[in-house]
């Protein structure tokens, strides 16, 4: 098959895999040996010893697209645990987590499924999730192979309850064609926002009637891809480390939104929040009315098939305030029913998923970037045109998806109020001391 075939395939899905995001996420060195202990191959609870009893572990996770690599990260573990047998069973997302609540309340969940971050802390608070630490410590199991802010998204009380198969992070993409008309230079690591607002302008085109029919910047209304980002190099963000205060009213996070949204009303170089709803920012960036915009890793293959090999992606511009630059970063994990009537074989097999080799076969698929430290070499050479690099560096500089026990209530807030600023019905401060006041009651709810 070839790269642009898989690409079209990914794009059946992938509206519903990424859409939101919760989703919508490391180097590129060849692991070393002292790796091996995460192997499948090698693994050391994969060859211990059982009773030889039949089990059957059932499985669920939500995207059509991973199904053939985890098919064979299936039929390899079968292959080595012969009394195994995994049943998966694909739901999709729009019925995936109503699935999951169902079947935990009814105590007949999965016994290994895919978790999010956003979902975590009420799984793990409800007792629903298997607690992994135990069996980690056991065998030996090097969780520094994998991106430290997502382990410690998927920990609670200081144990691991759940690995992540895949991360994804968030890079500013542009048309190369487009800068090339323009005479000029590709974005690089030395650019900031002020250097944006700068070429935004430039690659802002109007038309002999007044009207922008090109755009410098989409300035999107998204959180894990979009001004997320943007409060947090700021030296802002959403949420304390205690979970506890909301950090949507300090006057970094506040100034970090009112960026964004000085770009679409002030500087008039991006769409505004109503022609973002008719078409969204990406859409417009791939259909080349945009010249740059900001994306996850996710959205990769999709901007690609849109534009080939005239897309490229660059670091994040630094805030000119704190002279840094933060990456959100997501990935999803497999976990196991803290209720499974198997708990050592549900191990061995998420064991078996999180492995390096199976993290190698996710790799070659070329769609997402495996978790495991070392494996993302495939993923980033599948499109060497666009600078796929770009991703894994931003693991060093990233930054956790904000959590608490009721995300979804203080999220449901941030997205109303944030979309009222976006459609310039109230400024980033107005809104922002909204989120935090509301956000604030829902957090002290959860002691």
Known sequence: MTKRQKITAFLLCATLVFACLLSGCSGNESSNDTDA???????????????????????????????????????SFEKDN????????????????????????????????????????KYADNGSLLELQKYIDRDGVDVSNYPKDLIDGYSYNDKVYAVPEQYDT????????????????????????????????????????????????ASVNA????????????????????????LFDKPESIEAVQFLLDLIYKDGVSPTG???????????FNSGKVAMTTIGSWYVPIAYEALGDKVAVAPLPMSPNTNERKTIIHGLSWAGYAKTKHPEETWK????????????????????????????????NSIPSMNLQVFIDAASYSYPYPV?????????????????????????????????KQMNEILASEK
């Open 37 to 75: 202990n995460n192997s499948s191959s090698e693994n050391k609870t994969e060859k211990s010893a059982d009773s030889g009893k039949k089990v059957t572990l059932s499985m669920m996770y939500w995207d059509q697209v991973q199904k053939p690599a985890i098919d064979k990260m299936i039929a």
């Open 82 to 121: 012969p009394n195994i047998k995994v049943e998966a069973t694909i739901v999709p997302w729009a019925q995936y987590w109503e699935k999951l609540q169902t079947t935990t309340v009814g105590n007949n969940a999965p016994d290994v499924f895919w978790m999010n971050i956003p979902n975590f802390p």
């Open 170 to 217: 968030i890079a500013l993409v542009y048309n190369k064609e487009i800068f090339d008309k323009a005479g000029i230079k590709y974005p690089d690591d030395t650019w900031t926002w002020d250097t944006l607002r700068e070429n935004a302008k430039k690659l802002t085109v109007k038309g002999d009637d007044g009207k922008v029919t090109q755009y410098g910047f």
């Open 223 to 246: 959180n894990q891809s979009g001004y997320y980002n943007f409060m947090v190099m700021n030296g802002g963000g959403m949420i304390s480390e205690d979970h506890k205060t909301s």
């Open 274 to 284: 109503q022609q973002m709803i008719d078409t969204t920012g990406e859409d417009l």
């Open 349 to 380: 097999l998420i064991n078996h998923l999180i492995s390096k080799d199976s993290m190698a076969l996710l790799a070659k698929e070329g769609i997402t970037i495996p978790s495991y430290k070392g494996m993302e070499g495939d993923w980033v």
């Open 404 to 436: 608490s026990l009721k995300s979804a209530e203080w999220m449901d807030v941030e997205a109303k109020e944030l979309t009222d600023a976006w459609m310039n019905k109230q400024n980033a401060d107005q809104a922002m001391k909204k989120i935090a």
